[in-house]
């Protein structure tokens, strides 16, 4: 059984930093993609980043590049979302997915990916 398990999430002043982590079971990841987005209330979900779990691509939602990095540890079978200089319209919930390498580019909204976390609150205060 496929699990993701999102943690790191928490409260922070803008400007700060938080690093979420997804530990990823039950299979193994080196023919997937892994995504990170996010939802804040009364909004849909939306992409933030996402890498292919064995290779170097890397794609970011335009708001969040150069602040935002998603790397993984392939030991560890952990994603990684390196959240830097933090704003207050960062504030949502925060999620890790997995889902098939696609084609020609990786998966950008949530019906790309197959197998989701629960969600870690990150709430960015001004």
């Known amino acids: 059984q496929v699990q993701l398990v999102e943690s790191g999430g928490g409260l922070v002043q803008a400007g700060g930093s938080l690093r979420l982590s997804c530990a990823a079971s039950?299979?193994?990841?080196?023919?997937?993609?892994m995504g990170w987005f996010r939802q804040a209330p009364g909004k849909e979900r939306e992409f933030v980043a996402a890498?292919?779990?064995?290779?170097?691509?890397?794609s970011y939602a335009d708001s969040v590049k150069g602040r935002f990095s998603i790397t993984r540890d392939l030991a560890k079978n952990t994603v990684y979302l390196q959240m830097n200089s933090l704003k207050p319209e960062d504030t949502a919930v925060y999620y890790c997915a997995a889902g098939p390498t696609l084609p020609i580019r990786l998966g950008v909204r949530p019906d790309e990916y197959h197998y989701w976390g629960q969600g870690t609150q990150v709430t960015v205060s001004s």
């Open positions: 890498r292919s779990w064995t290779g170097g691509s890397t």
């Open positions: 039950g299979r193994a990841f080196n023919r997937d993609t």
